[in-house]
């Protein structure tokens, strides 16, 4: 089946920055949309940034101007550069995909998560 295999959390202080990855692999015959997810402590799980496959983009406010959402196609790999982190930005950051399979079923996908720790 599909998989996402997430890598670049971390440890990071105020106002410095890290960049995740998200590589999906599996029987995938098109890849529809990837993003990113994070969840906070206590808090709900929400929607970061997401971009289709024909490269649109959206980002919440929060970060908007602070985080760049990227796609390699060639790879099935998105990005997440995040600059400027504040402490707020700590979270749990989750990558999704809206995958077609080989068979043709529509599915979303989750990564394990990749924990981001950001220190005042």
């Known amino acids: 089946q599909v998989q996402l295999v997430e890598s670049g959390g971390g440890l990071v202080q105020a106002g410095g920055s890290l960049r995740l990855s998200c590589a999906a692999s599996?029987?995938?015959?098109?890849?529809?949309?990837m993003g990113w997810y994070r969840q906070a402590p206590g808090k709900q799980r929400e929607l970061v940034t997401a971009i289709t496959s024909g490269g649109s983009t959206n980002y919440a406010d929060s970060v908007k101007g602070r985080f760049t959402i990227s796609r390699d196609n060639a790879k099935n790999t998105v990005y997440l550069q995040m600059n400027s982190l504040k402490p707020e930005d700590t979270a749990v950051y989750y990558c999704a995909a809206d995958i077609t399979t080989a068979w043709g079923g529509v599915y979303d996908y989750w990564g394990q998560g990749t924990p981001v720790t950001v220190s005042s």
């Open positions: 599996g029987s995938i015959f098109s890849i529809n949309a």
